[in-house]
């Protein structure tokens, strides 16, 4: 079972409304990442970090912002939600050894902005 | 990260074994081949991994082709909590800092009774 958590679960909010998507982990994992995925789609890539003071964008284009003052937070944040941005938002950290790249993901956060 | 080719669906009596297939025919010597799974919407969960040898854990094992260019995830005794959407993934082994995984679309594996 992985130790790596998401607050909170489900998020209905206003269009206009600022949001942060909460993520920690207890395992110590140097990456951390998030993806995005609407009702049976794929997953898409759109922040990761290396590590602390580290972000970088992911291969799909996303509003959203992201950062890592601390190992096990790694917090994303909509200044101004709009419908478009409804959807689950998954976080997942893995080890740093890049050989054995095995990705643990946190339950997940629905957004439904209205 | 290499393309991989499954089939979009496939269906497993409970019990029996669930042989899912993967094709990865550009796939290069550097590139491991990752087993993800995705129950209904939860986070993504890791199955098993391997570059060229056949391997096993306790949830599945993994045959690759001698040529690399294909591999088969088994189940070996599939339950009605195996249905999920199952992900072949070829990932570099030397990418160093940049540990990002391509989730394509998939089988979606239904067991039934």
Same mark, same amino acid.
């Given at each position: 079972?992985?130790?790596i ?17 909460e993520?920690?982990?207890? !395992?110590?994992?140097?990456? !951390? @990442?998030?993806?995005?995925q ?31 003052? *601390? ?10 939600a ?21 990705? @643990?993901?946190?339950?997940?956060? *629905? #957004? #439904?902005v209205? | ?8 669906? !496939?269906?497993?009596?409970e ?30 969960? @890791? ?11 306790? !949830? ?7 040529? *690399?260019?294909?591999?088969? #995830? ?17 990932r ?8 990002? #995984? ?12």
């Open positions: 079972e992985a130790d958590y998401q607050t909170p679960r489900y998020l209905v909010i206003g269009t206009g409304k600022k949001i942060t998507l993520c920690s982990q207890t !395992m110590g994992h140097d990456k !951390m @990442y998030w993806y995005q609407d009702p049976g789609m794929e997953l898409h890539l759109i922040h990761y970090s290396y590590g602390v003071n580290s972000t970088e964008k992911g291969d799909l284009s996303s509003e959203s912002t992201v950062s890592r003052i *601390r190992t096990e937070h790694f917090p994303l944040t909509l200044e101004s709009r419908p478009s941005h409804t959807s689950q938002y998954l976080c997942a950290s893995s080890p740093p050894l890049a050989v054995q790249e095995t990705q @643990y993901f946190g339950p997940g956060t *629905r #957004l #439904l209205l | 990260d290499a393309k991989t080719t499954q089939p979009p669906s !496939m269906d497993c009596a019990g029996r074994a669930a042989n899912l297939p993967c094709n990865h025919s550009t796939i290069s010597g550097n590139e491991y081949v990752y087993w993800y799974r995705q129950i209904h919407s939860q986070g993504p969960q @890791y199955i098993i991994h391997g570059l060229k040898n056949n391997e096993t854990n306790e !949830m599945a094992s993994l045959i690759i082709t001698e040529d *690399r260019k294909s591999s088969t #995830l088994i189940l070996p005794h599939a339950t009605l909590r195996d249905t999920a959407v199952y992900y072949c993934i070829v570099d082994r030397n990418t160093g800092t940049a540990s990002k #995984l391509t989730f394509g679309t998939g089988t979606r594996l239904q067991v039934t009774l």
